[in-house]
């Protein structure tokens, strides 16, 4: 049990929508991050908000959004879908912005986008 | 680019036998080499950790090697059982606000 609950577990959407994925980390977790696991690859960072700010981005455009908010809950925002955004979304979720202390994944958003 | 390869991709152990899963890194900034265990359907679930300043880490049937002048670290699985049967993460960061980075994962299959 890692404290890190994520929603919704499985969703479908269509080309050109917009989807919006939520996550609820263990209180005093500060910083959450989201990463884009596609079928058989490792995960890939998206973002990480420490205390409501992003501060930090991977390789992904600007229609992928997100917020964190004071209650240690935050959301993915993705516009536009396309096929490729097919994949497992996780939250991870840890104590403070300094490496090193365990970072906690929920069970992931399985998104299909047809 | 990438910055953690992990081999093999896929590995096939007898019960009772020793997993090895072996990954290398480029940027010599990271200090925190963590593994991460998945089952079909799961997100990743830590299983140990490693940081550059020891060169072994052993915890239950899990020994994590390290060697920092090769800039490679291992995975060792003692007496396999097929519970353990799942995709295994490598991953890497460092001191500050850098994210993980992973390896593309190895699948494990431990047969009776």
């Known amino acids: 049990e890692t404290g890190v609950t994520q929603s919704p577990t499985h969703l479908i959407k269509t080309r050109g929508q917009q989807v919006t994925l939520r996550c609820s980390s263990q209180?005093?977790?500060?910083?959450v991050s989201w990463y884009q696991q596609a079928l058989g690859q490792g995960p890939q960072f998206i973002f990480q908000?420490?205390?409501?700010?992003?501060?930090g981005r991977g390789n992904f455009p600007p229609r992928f959004s997100g917020l964190q908010f004071p209650n240690y809950s935050s959301e993915l925002n993705v516009n536009a879908l396309e096929l490729d955004d097919s994949a497992l979304y996780l939250c991870?979720?840890?104590?403070?912005?300094?490496?090193?202390?365990?970072?906690?994944f929920g069970e992931g958003s399985w998104l299909t986008v047809v | 680019q990438q910055q953690v390869k992990q081999s093999p991709q896929s590995l096939i152990v007898q019960k009772g036998g020793i997993s090895i899963i072996n990954c290398a890194y480029e940027n010599t900034a990271f200090d925190y080499f963590p593994w991460y265990q998945q089952f079909p359907g799961k997100g990743p679930a830590l299983l140990i950790a490693i940081r550059p300043d020891v060169s072994e880490k052993k915890e239950g049937r899990f020994t994590i090697s390290f060697n920092k002048s090769a800039k490679q670290f291992s995975l060792h699985i003692m007496d396999s059982q097929p519970g353990d049967s799942a995709t295994y993460f490598c991953a890497a960061t460092s001191t500050g606000n850098t994210p993980l980075v992973f390896g593309k994962g190895t699948r494990l299959s431990v047969i009776a």
């Open positions: 908000y420490y205390r409501e700010e992003e501060n």
């Open positions: 209180s005093g977790h500060n910083t």
């Open positions: 991870a979720s840890k104590r403070d912005s300094s490496s090193g202390n365990t970072i906690y």
